[in-house]
């Protein structure tokens, strides 16, 4: 296979999406190196890697001018089109792959967001090649553009829906209203957010069963029905939560509210008096 029928492959298996297509040119330990963002997959998480990359990109790629034929291997220019319509496309931007070989198949590509003149290729592509060794790894194949579509998911489902006081969500249930996978929400939740599942659904659902109890209509309350409401099966599993979530269990948050509320209304009297 020849570099322009590589180039050729390549650029037809990203425009299809095709993760299968795309790895059959690659060797097994290959790395993609996105320069913009600054960090590298390889080897089983590239998978993953590129899945999500598909899904985020509606781009249409399409060589732009000859191959230009490095020590290592080749470069091409590319333009990106916006594929919402393919009859009048819109150029969106222009860049520059750097691919590496092994043996005839593709040991490494570094991706530029930009493009630079004939000259100076050849010397971009050398520092790129050196960068991508350095370059931060996308564990899990999981890129900081997609942690970061699935931190702003999350924040849209907390706000908007109600699925976190659900009493049969799960991670994986969870995971499938994000649009990401299992091990992807688990990582971001525990090195993005600082948390992990089971803190995050409580989280909601504390702060749900307090806005229950303090919209109370009377001093009785039921904390069974505050707890099944809340996502809660049991008053325990309301109690845990709350626990952990403000350290202290329902009854007492109650309490604690009771004697804020009283002690307000004794400051509000006093002024009235004084006034």
């Known amino acids: 296979m020849d570099y322009q029928e590589m180039a050729d492959r390549y650029i037809d298996a990203w425009n299809r999406r095709s993760v299968a297509d795309l790895l059959r040119l690659m060797t097994p330990d290959a790395t993609y190196h996105d320069a913009f963002w600054g960090e590298s997959c ?20 399409q060589q732009d001018e000859e191959i230009i034929t490095t020590p290592s291997g080749f470069v091409f220019r590319y333009l990106s089109f916006d594929q919402q319509n393919p009859k009048r496309r819109k150029l969106r931007f ?17 991706d530029i967001y930009c493009d630079t003149d004939t000259v100076q290729l050849l010397e971009v592509a ?11 790894v996308a564990t899990l194949g999981l890129s900081a553009k997609t942690a970061g579509r699935i931190k702003r998911r999350l924040a849209e489902l907390g706000e908007n829906t109600t699925i976190f006081i659900d009493s049969s969500l799960t991670a994986r249930r969870l995971a499938d209203r994000v649009g990401c996978p299992v091990a992807h929400l688990i990582h971001v939740l525990e090195t993005e957010k600082d948390t992990n599942f089971r803190q995050l659904v409580d989280g909601h659902r504390v702060s749900f069963a307090t806005s229950l109890l303090l919209a109370r209509p009377g001093a009785s309350i039921d904390l069974e029905k505050i707890a099944s409401l809340s996502g809660f099966k049991h008053v325990e599993d309301l109690d845990e939560g709350f626990q952990s979530i403000l350290g202290m269990t329902a009854a007492d948050y109650l309490r604690h509210s009771d004697q804020q509320s009283d002690c307000s209304r004794q400051e509000d009297s006093a002024s009235q008096n004084i006034s």
């Open 126 to 136: 050398t520092r790129i090649e050196k960068r991508r060794l350095e370059s931060n």
């Open 94 to 110: 222009k860049g520059v792959d750097v691919i590496t070989l092994d043996g005839g198949l593709i040991a490494g590509v570094s």
């Open 42 to 61: 390889s080897g089983r998480d590239l998978v993953r890697y590129l899945d999500a990359s598909f899904k985020e990109d509606t781009g249409f790629y």
